[in-house]
Nanobody, 126 residues
Framework: QVQLVESGGGLVQAGGSLRLSCAASGRTFSSYAMGWFRQAPGKEREFIAAINRSGGYTYYADSVKGRFGISRDNAKNTVYLQMNSLKPEDTAVYYC???????????????????WGQGTQVTVSS
């Protein structure tokens, strides 16, 4: 499994932007499909965005489509989540996740991912 560490969370006002980063250890990062999930207090963890191994295909949850962007830099072993036009309902702990078993496709289900980061808190004030 790859080790994942998220960063970039924090407190931001509604309408603002943040960019989350997820740094991966190991030399096989380019073999992983990557995703971002989030979990708000009292709610289940939900899918946000996914990107395939090569970075050529992305997919988003309807709740963030048009506001968030996922990207990756395989040379830096890092996946990013650019979050724009943030809303208070985006407040959550954000997790990145990796899947090595599924080929050059995107994964949207939590149980399809085999590596998880510890999460980074994002708080959006109104």
């Amino acid at each position: 499994q790859v080790q994942l560490v998220e960063s970039g969370g924090g407190l931001v006002q509604a309408g603002g932007s943040l960019r989350l980063s997820c740094a991966a250890s190991g030399r096989t990062f380019s073999s992983y499909a990557m995703g971002w999930f989030r979990q708000a207090p009292g709610k289940e963890r939900e899918f946000i965005a996914a990107i395939n191994r090569s970075g050529g295909y992305t997919y988003y949850a309807d709740s963030v489509k048009g506001r968030f962007g996922i990207s990756r830099d395989n040379a830096k072993n890092t996946v990013y989540l650019q979050m724009n036009s943030l809303k208070p309902e985006d407040t959550a702990v954000y997790y990145c996740a990796g899947n090595i078993t599924g080929g050059n496709t995107i994964k949207v289900k939590e149980d399809e991912y085999d590596s998880w980061g510890q999460g980074t808190q994002v708080t959006v004030s109104s």
